[in-house]
């Protein structure tokens, strides 16, 4: 009868008890970069600044050339709206990157807790949407000012007070709609095509549908999440219904796919 074998000597342990856990504010600069510092991110930042500064050189050429009144806040709000269309965008990018590029397994492999980075990479796109602002504020002082000693007479420097901070309640909502999308597709192209239908598409349909059937006209307003931001971009949200359709529209649009999409992501294998 022969002896029992000796258990095999374990290997060499790596023990990880002691490492801190990443900052989260570390997270947050490193998505931050990220934003900016891929081919896809500089090329979206880019497109929106030339936009934007087309778009304003003509609106104030065209105002000095035919002696028109100019003020402050024409210029910020057409540089914010253009902005605005293109940074739900950016919120996608944020998420479908990592698994377009393939960067994913390094990224949770860093940071295990998937819940975190996505949480990173959303607060990115606030702060996004809030440098957007005040880099529109900055386009507009510019023009203004250009106005203001070519045709000082004509030149108004007025705006609403609330405007900027209606621009950052809309432009970081619109991004989120965005960033939902993306985290439950986790692909660019099929995001961005869904997101654009539906944001410019669907007011079109549910008016179709409300000339067909009765009575869905009053149904629209609670499900038509871009209707239901109108009442911020004037500033006017005042009553409890137009409260109720903005809650629950965004519920719709945005707590559902987010949800949804922060489980598959956290579940989802990455390769």
């Known amino acids: 009868m022969s002896a029992p074998s000796a258990p095999p000597s374990p290997g060499p342990v790596l023990d990880v008890s002691g490492t801190r856990p990443i900052p989260f504010w570390r997270l947050v600069l490193v998505e931050l970069r990220k934003s900016y510092d891929t081919r896809a991110g500089f090329w979206l930042l880019a497109t929106i600044a030339i936009l934007v500064s087309l778009v304003e050189a003509v609106i104030m050429i065209s105002t000095l050339v035919n002696d028109s009144y100019v003020y402050f806040e024409d210029f910020a709000g057409t540089a914010g709206g253009i902005a605005s269309i293109l940074l739900p965008v950016l919120g996608i990018i944020l998420v479908t990157s990592e698994w377009g590029q393939r960067t ?21 796109g606030a702060v996004a949407s809030v440098v957007t602002v005040a880099v529109m504020l900055l386009v507009g002082l510019v023009c203004t000012l250009v106005c ?41 192209p099929a995001a961005i095509v869904v997101f654009f239908l539906y944001w410019y598409a669907l007011a079109i349909v549910l008016f179709v549908i409300a000339d067909l059937i009765s009575g869905f006209e009053e149904i629209a307003p609670w499900i038509n999440f871009q209707a239901a931001l109108d009442p911020v971009w004037s500033w006017s949200l005042e009553t409890a219904e137009e409260w109720g359709q903005l809650i629950v529209s965004a519920g719709l649009w945005i707590a559902l796919p987010l949800g949804l999409g922060l489980w598959r992501i956290v579940h989802a294998e990455v390769k």
Do not use: C, H
């Open 104 to 124: 994913a397994m390094v990224t949770f492999a860093i940071e295990p807790r998937r819940s975190r980075v996505v949480l990173a990479k959303l607060v990115v």
């Open 148 to 188: 203001e000693a070519l045709q000082p007479d004509l030149t108004y420097w007025e705006m609403e007070w609330w405007l900027p901070l209606a621009f950052i309640i809309t432009m970081t909502l619109t991004m989120t709609v965005g960033f939902s999308m993306a985290s439950l597709l986790l692909n660019t």
